[in-house]
């Protein structure tokens, strides 16, 4: 499934889903997300207070939801009780911060092989180690990707599931969110499947960086590409995957320039 990545097929990366578009990491958004057969859906996982796997991108509910408080200090239910898409325009009122289960079911529950870029955002390795638990659970933890910006969370998931593909980021980014005792070593690179690249207005920086993940045999995946000249960009320089918040525009541009094969419907 994996075949798919190629310099003639560009992979597209829902980020959050669609975040742009739908209250991301939600399950309107992960549908909306499905509708469109992107290659990829990135999403974020957190553990509750009561130890419940849930798909949210910050620490706290925030900027998020119509409520306030950090993730590890609710329960599910407490967490549940706030809306999710509200923030978005009624339209979306009513959806939740999902579980991570519920994300996952709808995963393999898609008619295409859908493949997932799962963020782990508290640097636990519990949470690691609950999160591909529940992928191996569902069949997809060959179908997924285990990110992270901290080094010694990639560096433990390659240890204790060398199974498991992993992505991390360029050095200096991931050197600002991980404990500066902790050398991020070559070899750390070496046993990655991907790296993550900004391409910010330094596209300089970011064909460095491409060069470096080419360099280790890594996938080069730019975030994030939401109009056709970042596209361009990012295709110019070597991605091979796309990560965007609203994937129109990489849509179109990609079809135009035959650099995107659509997801084949799964075989019975």
């Known amino acids: 499934m994996w075949n798919r990545e190629s310099r003639e ?23 909306a997300a499905l509708e469109l057969r992107l290659d990829l859906i990135e999403f974020d996982v957190h553990f509750t207070k009561d130890k ?51 994300v996952l079911e709808l995963m393999a529950n898609a008619d295409y092989e859908v493949l997932l870029n799962v963020e782990i955002k508290d640097y636990d390795h519990e949470v690691v180690d609950a999160t591909i638990a529940m992928l191996k659970q569902f069949g997809l933890d060959q179908r997924s990707v285990i990110a992270c910006f901290n080094a010694e969370v990639i560096a433990y998931t390659q240890k204790a599931h060398p199974d498991m593909r992993t ?16 050398e ?4 750390l690179y ?5 790296i993550g690249i900004p391409l910010g207005d330094d596209v300089n920086t970011a064909r460095e960086d491409v060069a470096f993940a080419n360099a280790h045999g890594l996938r080069p995946w730019l975030f994030c590409m939401d109009n056709e ?11 091979t995957n796309v990560t965007c918040n609203d994937p129109t525009d990489t849509l179109r541009y990609l079809r135009l320039h035959g650099l995107r094969q659509e997801p084949p419907k799964k075989t019975v």
């Open 229 to 239: 000249e970042r596209t361009r960009i990012a295709v110019e320089i070597g991605a």
């Open 167 to 182: 992505q991390g980021f360029p050095r200096r980014v991931m050197q600002k969110n991980t404990d500066a005792k902790f």
């Open 184 to 187: 991020i070593t070559e070899e």
């Open 9 to 31: 097929n560009i992979m597209i990366v829902g980020h959050r889903g669609i975040r742009n578009l739908y209250p991301e990491n939600t399950m309107v958004s992960f549908r």
């Open 52 to 102: 419940t796997l849930v798909v949210c991108h910050d620490g706290t509910i925030d900027r998020t939801t119509n409520g306030t408080g950090r993730i590890r200090d609710m329960t599910l239910q407490e967490l549940q009780s706030y809306d999710a898409g509200i923030v978005m325009g009624e339209r979306f009122a009513g959806e939740y911060i999902p579980t991570l289960e519920e």
């Open 190 to 194: 070496d046993r990655m499947f991907g």
